[in-house]
Every structure is written in C-alpha cells, then in structure tokens.
T-cell receptor, first 116, second 111 residues
Framework: DGGITQSPKYLFRKEGQNVTLSCEQNLNHDAMYWYRQDPGQGLRLIYYSQIVNDFQKGDIAEGYSVSREKKESFPLTVTSAQKNPTAFYLC???????????????FGDGTRLSIL | GENVEQHPSTLSVQEGDSAVIKCTYSDSASNYFPWYKQELGKGPQLIIDIRSNVGEKKDQRIAVTLNKTAKHFSLHITETQPEDSAVYFCAASIDRGKLIFGQGTELSVKP
C-alpha cells in the first residue's frame, strides 16, 4: 500500500538528549513537511522540503533539524535546545510542481514525543 | 503572515442534524483551502478542498463554501452520523504551499 509511515508511534526522551523521528513515504512525492500539534493550537509548520538536498525553515524551526538525503525519507531531529518538546509530531508529503501549485498534503499517523 | 481563525472550538449535534464550521483568513493572496478530519491518535485526513476560483464544492454529505471578499470559508456536514465525530481543521495556503491551520473544532454527534 502507498502511504506515509512515521515511527515510532510513541517516543520518550530524557532531558538533554537529542532524538530523531522517522518519516518515510512511498508515494513518489517530491515535497515533505513536518508539523507540530499541541492541544488547542492546530498544526504548526516546523520544516519543509520541496526537493532532495534542500529544505526550508517553517514557523517554529528553533530547536529542530532535518535532512533530506533521499526522496522518500525526511527525518526530524528534536535537539536538546528545544525547550518544550512534548507534542504530537506529524509528517506530510505532496506532489511538488515548481512554477505551479503543489498537490494536496497527505499525513502520516504521527509520533507522540514525551519527556521523562 | 497568514492567520486562520476557526469557530467554534467544540460543536455538539444530534444524529441527522447539520453541522457548520467557519474559518476566516487574513492573507488575500491565499488561494487554496483544505479541510481535514482527525480521529483520535491518527493523522489528519483530507476530506474536501476548494480553490479560490470556485465559490462552492460538494461531495456527498460534505460541502465547502468560500467568500473571497469576506475572506471566509465554511464546512457544512449534512445528515450527521456518529462516525462524523472527530476534530476538524481548516487551513489556507498559496498554491498549495505552506499550510496555515485553524485551531480545530471538536465535533460530537450524539446518537
């Protein structure tokens, strides 16, 4: 089945540690996105990538880092600099058309990160 | 930058009644408006979307209306069923790029 896979579903981090969240898609989409979801605040964009080896900061990039070495993979690292990392993290992907509009975004089922 | 306001934050209806969720946006350049449904522990699922060159779009029991002048768009669900219970999010973007989301509406359909 084609889709977006996020792993693990639940993740725990100790204070001062970095942790990496996985996002893999087999939809052949060029664009990938990371969002953070907190209760009552909707989804906020952390980072996005329109093409391999290129990515841009979203609205809340501080304390996070990403890489895009392969088209199907867009891992997110939550660093120790992120002061309030407890949240639900969602990955999305879409067809990207430079010079025209992208396709609609489709989401994975998320990773819930908690601090021990 | 773009800001999207969504109301109400919670909505409770009887099975069979209609439900309406409203959103306003601030950036007149926004031209794409999707609606997502999120069930507990899952990622958001796209249920309907509309572009700014269209005033209304319908898909079975779900419809979306857009008023570009007022920068306002709404989701209408008719003949609600218990399985419609979920959190619904509106969003706005330019050319389906960065999505700016509303705060969400928790819909409860009582049998």
């Amino acid at each position: 089945d084609g889709g977006i896979t996020q792993s693990p579903k639940y993740l725990f981090r100790k204070e001062g540690q970095n942790v990496t969240l996985s996002c893999e898609q087999n939809l052949n989409h060029d664009a990938m996105y990371w969002y953070r979801q907190d209760p009552g605040q909707g989804l906020r964009l952390i980072y996005y990538s329109q093409i391999v080896n290129d990515f841009q900061k979203g609205d809340i990039a501080e304390g996070y880092s990403v890489s895009r070495e392969k088209k199907e993979s867009f891992p997110l690292t939550v660093t120790s600099a992120q002061k309030n990392p407890t949240a639900f993290y969602l990955c999305a992907s879409s067809i990207s058309s430079r010079g025209s509009s992208n396709g609609p975004q489709h989401f994975g089922d998320g990773t819930r990160l908690s601090i021990l | 930058g773009e800001n999207v306001e969504q109301h109400p934050s919670t909505l409770s209806v009887q099975e069979g009644d209609s439900a309406v969720i409203k959103c306003t946006y601030s950036d007149s350049a926004s031209n794409y408006f999707p609606w997502y449904k999120q069930e507990l522990g899952k990622g958001p699922q796209l249920i309907i979307d509309i572009r700014s060159n269209v005033g209304e779009k319908k898909d079975q029991r779900i419809a979306v209306t857009l008023n570009k002048t007022a920068k306002h768009f709404s989701l209408h669900i008719t003949e609600t069923q218990p399985e419609d219970s979920a959190v619904y999010f509106c969003a706005a973007s330019i050319d389906r790029g960065k999505l700016i989301f509303g705060q969400g509406t928790e819909l409860s359909v009582k049998p």
